[in-house]
């Protein structure tokens, strides 16, 4: 902890200008699906991939689902207006890499790296000097025991192609194409991403991460997972990362899906930071059967606007779901963030912790379901969520949406929103600390009890990143 | 609209035409009911997908059958006077039957020597025509029921004004009832409340139906202006008959250090609809909105509520309780609003339902956008059953099932009653929602 506080002391503000060290382009590509979005193109993304027919049907179905659905405006922001589609490229082949050298990454992003603590190893892949994170020497011991246990974890064109018995049923059924207008984009264009089978009653031990894969397309632009946990099975995994990365792609677009079968658990812990000119629209949903558990995890911090509402529909008797959701506003940003729980059996019980802080001109948004049907009994859910603004223009919605019918069902929701006392900062200042470091440190004890739900080492690194967020936003 | 038979009754514009030339006398007014018509017609009917209609029945709305309906008989009238009397001695009382005024409001002398008036409103039109025309639906309907609000606009009659001058108090309530009776009649009763600075008002709104069975539309508006440190305190009881439907688009504003305390209850319609909106902009200003409601059979009680914050150093505080029966629904639909530069805010927002069927089913939208930092802001809502323990306990001493749920429901509604300041009011809420639970 000295530590730490010893650096903060040392180091000015690091302000990540996320203009700088874009990534280039070779022009010259043997795969190239080329700008925009065709039939033409899904078929070559398709035929890229080697993919069996019904995998192709199932693309241009999506696309034309995609291009029937008019955009969410009507209640969500008309920034999704600055979207234009026909400007993007829809996939980006092997060997269409970006080419970056260490020496032109700036200064402050490696300054970032340092600070964050990330493993040297680690860093030129975030860096995006080398596209992909070649793990083989850092997990080769973690894949070796995976594999013991009869885990696949690979990309979801392996996952069709080596493990249709296992993955056909389930993919696409969670989040059908046409459940949002974005699910269906990602479903017509996907690429990247993980499918992950844990077997009947295997505890994995370590958090699965997609870096761990080797040679994959592991944060693409419309990345598709699907984790299917067999019955009293246990799995962790944790998508993204407490480092920004840096994107020239200006559009995300994910589909994740869980399957948590009789008595599994699964918990997706998600740190989100892309740069501050990304869409990150991302549709997340778990199924929990009987006794099952779906825990989300979810940190936004980076981005232009995300729009992200894990859900979790409980389908068993006695299933639970949670969602823990932490989300960082700066200038410019836009976080609406939110959690759905349906139930759909007796005995279901589900909770959502929302908290967000808004910093300058920064906006977070709530936006919530909670939905009990009439045929059911003792279902329970808990809501709460809290807000905090930090400076006199910063912006927070919330828009929870609660629908209870059935017997003996009981909901609760709460929501505030303050900002930081001014006798907290007083207290903190007196003992000598600046008021950015005041700032920080009450903004970290707003958040400090779902930190603590984080996987050790991100939930270090989120308290970093925070304390690096808050730093010039006051005084 | 369908092309072979002309639209009739209410969406019938030569019949509107016709009751808006009487008003030739105030052009101005007239003109109002027209540009009500063409609002009316250049607004589409909300749809499910509309979000300020979300989770409402919208499919189901129609607005074909209704017309305005002729004056009831003397015997009619007076009989419907003889039960309007919820107040023993208010400080005057109107009443209204099928959109027609059967007793005018008589103000003591002593009021009217302070400068108090209290008309209906075609009176009001001819005796206080500046007044009016500074006040009359000065506000938009911002909560989804625009075309609802303007078709009251372009039929707009029957009502009262009352103003209170600065510095007056009364204490005794000033009663409005409306009835309706006749099988598909439609009614836009409206309401103008001035309160000038310091004054200090009390109101008892009651919408009743006469003949229970009979279909009916209605349409009211209830405007409050509450000026520098007035207190106005406003009881609405919507109990139209339960063939009827209802929207109601109330608007108050306060001024600084305005006290404003209303209740909306609701126990009558087929589906009612009341969209409430509170604009505080005065810093000091207090405004504290209160809803209560028994839904039974099929009802849907749609309750859309706003609250706007554009001065700083005010607060406001919301409270709807609902308990539900049989196959009934109710949705709440609340949002705090503060202004970017309305700094140390204070505004609350709590909505509570019980289910006492399992048929039934409680919808909740409470929303924030909050762009001030310098606030206390929350909202809660929760919606479940009666205790299991508080249960026990009544049944334990021999209370039946219905008894006990009655009485722990009753406990749970109280909260809300005991904020009606008059208790002649407060005593004719708890029997029109205790009638409820025993005819359901």
């Given at each position: 902890m000295a530590e730490i506080d010893e650096n903060l002391a040392q180091r000015e503000a690091i302000e990540v200008d996320r203009s700088k060290g874009d990534f280039k382009y070779e022009e010259s590509y043997a795969f190239d699906a080329g700008i925009g979005l065709s039939p033409s193109v899904v078929d070559y993304i398709s035929q890229v991939k080697a993919e069996e027919p019904w995998i192709r049907e199932f693309r241009q179905k999506a696309l034309k689902i995609f291009e029937g659905l008019p955009m969410p405006t009507h209640w969500a922001t008309t920034d999704l207006d600055n979207i234009k589609f026909e400007n993007i490229r829809y996939y980006l082949a092997k060997g269409q890499k970006a080419v970056r050298t260490w020496e032109e990454v700036p200064d402050d992003v490696k300054k970032t790296f340092e600070r964050l603590g990330i493993p040297e190893s680690e860093r030129k892949f975030l860096a995006g000097v080398e596209a992909q994170f070649d793990s083989e020497a850092v997990y080769s011991r973690m894949k070796e025991e995976l594999e013991k246990l009869g885990v696949i974890f690979c990309g979801p064109t392996e996952g069709l192609r080596d493990h249709p018995e296992i993955f056909?049923?389930?993919?696409?059924?969670?989040?059908?194409?046409?459940?949002?207008?974005?699910?269906?984009?990602?479903?017509?264009?996907?690429?990247?991403?993980?499918?992950?089978?844990?077997p009947k009653g295997v505890k994995v031990a370590q958090p699965l991460q997609a870096y761990f894969r080797i040679n994959a397309e592991n944060f693409g632009q419309f990345e598709r997972t699907l984790i299917i946990a067999d019955e009293g099975s246990e799995v962790t995994y944790m998508e993204g990362c407490t480092a920004p990365k840096f994107e020239t792609a200006t559009l995300h677009s994910a589909v994740v899906e869980l399957v948590a079968l009789k008595g599994a658990k699964i918990q997706y812990v998600t740190v989100q930071n892309w740069s501050a000119n990304v869409f990150n629209l991302v549709t997340k949903r778990g199924v929990a059967e009987e006794g099952a558990e779906v825990r989300w995890i979810d940190c936004n911090i980076g981005s232009r606007l995300t729009m992200k509402y894990p859900g979790v529909v409980l389908r068993g008797k006695g299933a639970r779901g949670e969602v823990l959701s932490i989300a960082l506003a700066n200038d410019g940003q836009h976080q609406d963030t939110g959690a759905k729980m349906i139930h759909a059996a007796d005995d279901t019980t589900s909770n959502i912790i929302a908290k967000s802080i808004s910093v300058g001109s920064g906006r977070s948004t709530y936006r919530g379901l909670v939905h009990i049907p009439k045929t059911l009994k003792n279902c329970r859910n808990n809501t709460e969520c809290d807000a905090l603004l930090i400076n006199e223009h910063s912006r927070t919605d919330t828009y929870p949406a609660i629908s209870v019918r059935g017997q003996?069902?009981?909901?609760?929701?709460?929501?505030?929103?303050?900002?930081?006392?001014?006798?907290?900062?007083?207290?903190?200042?007196?003992?000598?600390?600046?008021?950015?470091?005041a700032m920080s440190l009450?903004?970290?004890?707003?958040?400090?009890?779902?930190?603590?739900?984080?996987?050790?080492?991100?939930?270090?690194?989120?308290?970093?990143?925070?304390?690096?967020?808050?730093?010039?936003?006051?005084? | 609209m369908s092309t072979l038979t002309a639209p009739a009754g209410v969406l019938d514009v030569a019949l509107q035409s016709a009751e808006t030339t009487q008003f030739r006398a105030q052009d101005w007014f007239a003109v109002l009911r027209q540009q009500g018509w063409h609002t009316f017609q250049s607004l589409p009917m909300p749809t499910r997908d509309d979000e300020k209609w979300r989770f409402s029945d919208a499919r189901s709305l129609s607005l074909a059958g209704y017309a305005p309906a002729p004056e009831p008989t003397e015997a009619l009238a007076a009989a419907l006077i003889a039960r309007s009397h919820f107040v023993a001695r208010p400080a005057a009382l109107v009443v209204h039957v099928d959109g027609h005024c059967v007793l005018r409001p008589a103000l003591s002398p002593e009021l009217t020597a302070q400068g108090v008036r209290f008309e209906t409103l075609t009176d009001a039109l001819r005796h206080h025509p500046a007044l009016l025309q500074e006040h009359l639906l000065k506000h938009s309907a911002g909560l989804g029921g625009a075309k609802f609000l303007a078709l009251h606009q372009a039929w707009l009659k029957a009502g009262y004004v009352l103003f209170v001058p600065k510095g007056v108090e009364i204490r005794q309530p000033f009663v409005s009832v409306n009835w309706t009776s006749t099988d598909g009649v439609a009614v836009f009763p409206h309401a103008l409340i001035i309160a000038g600075e310091n004054a200090v008002v009390s109101i008892q709104d009651y919408h009743l139906g006469a003949t229970p069975?009979?279909?009916?539309?209605?349409?009211?508006?209830?405007?409050?202006?509450?000026?520098?440190?007035?207190?106005?305190?406003?009881?609405?009881?919507?109990?139209?008959?339960?063939?009827?439907q209802s929207f109601q688009v109330d608007n108050t504003c306060g001024g600084r250090d305005a006290l404003i305390t209303s209740v909306n209850a609701a126990v009558g319609s087929r589906r009612a609809r009341l969209e409430n909106t509170v604009r505080i902009d005065g810093p000091g200003a207090d405004v504290r909105l209160y809803g209560i409601s028994?839904?039974?059979?099929?009802?849907?009680?749609?309750?859309?509520?706003?609250?706007?914050?554009?001065?700083?150093?005010?607060?406001?505080?919301?409270?709807?309780?609902?308990?539900?029966?049989?196959?009934?629904?109710?949705?709440?639909?609340?949002?705090?609003?503060?202004?970017?530069?309305?700094?140390?805010?204070?505004?609350?927002?709590?909505?509570?339902?019980?289910?006492?069927?399992?048929?039934?089913?409680?919808?909740?939208?409470?929303?924030?956008?909050?762009?001030?930092?310098?606030?206390?802001?929350?909202?809660?809502?929760?919606?479940?059953?009666?205790?299991?323990?508080?249960?026990?306990?009544?049944?334990?001493?021999?209370?039946?099932?219905?008894?006990?749920?009655?009485?722990?429901?009753?406990?749970?509604?109280?909260?809300?009653?005991?904020?009606?300041?008059?208790?002649?009011?407060?005593?004719?809420?708890?029997?029109?929602?205790?009638?409820?639970?025993?005819?359901?």
């Open positions: 056909r049923k389930w993919f696409g059924k969670v989040i059908p194409a046409g459940d949002n207008k974005f699910a269906a984009l990602n479903s017509a264009v996907f690429s990247g991403g993980s499918f992950i089978y844990i003996k069902n009981s909901v609760q929701h709460e929501a505030s929103v303050s900002k930081v006392s001014a006798e907290q900062i007083f207290y903190m200042m007196q003992r000598g600390l600046s008021e950015g470091e009450a903004v970290n004890g707003f958040v400090n009890d779902l930190v603590k739900e984080f996987p050790m080492e991100y939930s270090v690194e989120l308290k970093r990143l925070i304390e690096l967020q808050m730093e010039g936003s006051v005084g | 069975d009979a279909r009916a539309l209605a349409i009211s508006a209830c405007d409050i202006h509450a000026g520098t440190g007035a207190k106005v305190s406003r009881l609405a009881v919507q109990g139209w008959g339960n063939r009827t028994v839904a039974t059979g099929e009802q849907e009680f749609d309750q859309r509520t706003l609250q706007i914050h554009t001065a700083g150093q005010a607060k406001s505080d919301l409270l709807f309780k609902n308990a539900l029966l049989g196959k009934s629904r109710t949705i709440f639909s609340g949002l705090i609003k503060v202004a970017p530069d309305a700094q140390r805010t204070d505004a609350y927002q709590t909505n509570r339902n019980l289910l006492l069927s399992p048929d039934a089913e409680a919808d909740s939208l409470p929303g924030l956008e909050i762009e001030a930092n310098d606030v206390k802001c929350s909202h809660g809502a929760t919606t479940g059953q009666v205790d299991e323990n508080e249960l026990f306990y009544l049944r334990a001493r021999g209370i039946p099932l219905e008894v006990a749920q009655e009485l722990l429901a009753q406990g749970f509604l109280e909260e809300v009653i005991a904020k009606v300041e008059d208790e002649e009011g407060a005593e004719a809420l708890r029997g029109m929602l205790s009638a409820k639970f025993h005819q359901a």
